[in-house]
T-cell receptor, first 112, second 110 residues
């Protein structure tokens, strides 16, 4: 079983819909992250959480929100999806800062 | 504005050849420099990493060269194999924040 599991793997939806992407991990890491990947831009940080009560905005948080339901679960929501949020979304975890981040296999999101 | 500049965007190499990917940064607060390998349909996976007190690190066919004064680092893939065909991302870390380069797609021709 994967250490970092993302659901769904693929999603197609319409503009204005609310969407939730889910991430769960079995690594026991406190730190969890959400990134989006766009061609030619690498990965950019949306939100990060150091523990259940500590959630912080990343560099591109506008239009997104998150929820850390437990140490192992971190969800990303798009309250009202727009086409330029079409991207690959990755969840990652790490044990501490300056330690390797471990990524899930991503969610491919298309907004029509 | 990307804090880590990566080049080239793509490269093609023959089997057995050397692949070289270069990255540059400006922020001297970065203190950890990982490289990630990504295959289609998969998330990035840590390949090799270096800290700035070391000028070179080698793991198997993969070598990172690090030039602190020039604020540059590079990945060398020796004896490239078709299974190395993937997208490679350099990154730089300051505390929790991972800043990625734009990625290099490497194609190894048999």
């Amino acid at each position: 079983d994967a250490d970092v599991t993302q659901t769904p793997r693929n999603r197609i939806t319409k503009t204005g819909k609310r969407i939730m992407l889910e991430c769960s991990q079995t690594k026991g890491h406190d730190r969890m992250y959400w990134y989006r990947q766009d061609p030619g831009l690498g990965l950019r940080l949306i939100y990060y959480s150091f523990d259940v009560k500590d959630i912080n905005k990343g560099e591109i948080s506008d239009g997104y929100s998150v929820s850390r339901q437990a140490q192992a679960k971190f969800s990303l929501s798009l309250e009202s999806a727009i086409p330029n949020q079409t991207a690959l979304y990755f969840c990652a975890t790490s044990e501490r800062s300056n330690q390797p981040q471990h990524f899930g296999d991503g969610t491919r999101l298309s907004i029509l | 504005q990307q804090q880590v500049k990566q080049s080239p965007q793509s490269l093609i190499v023959q089997k057995g050849g050397i692949s070289i990917i270069n990255c540059a940064y400006e922020n001297t607060a970065f203190d950890y420099f990982p490289w990630y390998q990504q295959f289609p349909g998969k998330g990035p996976a840590l390949l090799i990493a270096i800290r700035p007190d070391v000028s070179e690190k080698k793991e198997g066919r993969f070598t990172i060269s690090f030039n602190k004064s020039a604020k540059q680092f590079s990945l060398h893939i020796m004896d490239s194999q078709p299974g190395d065909s993937a997208t490679y991302f350099c990154a730089a870390v300051n505390d929790y924040k991972l800043s990625f380069g734009a990625g290099t797609t490497v194609t190894v021709r048999a």
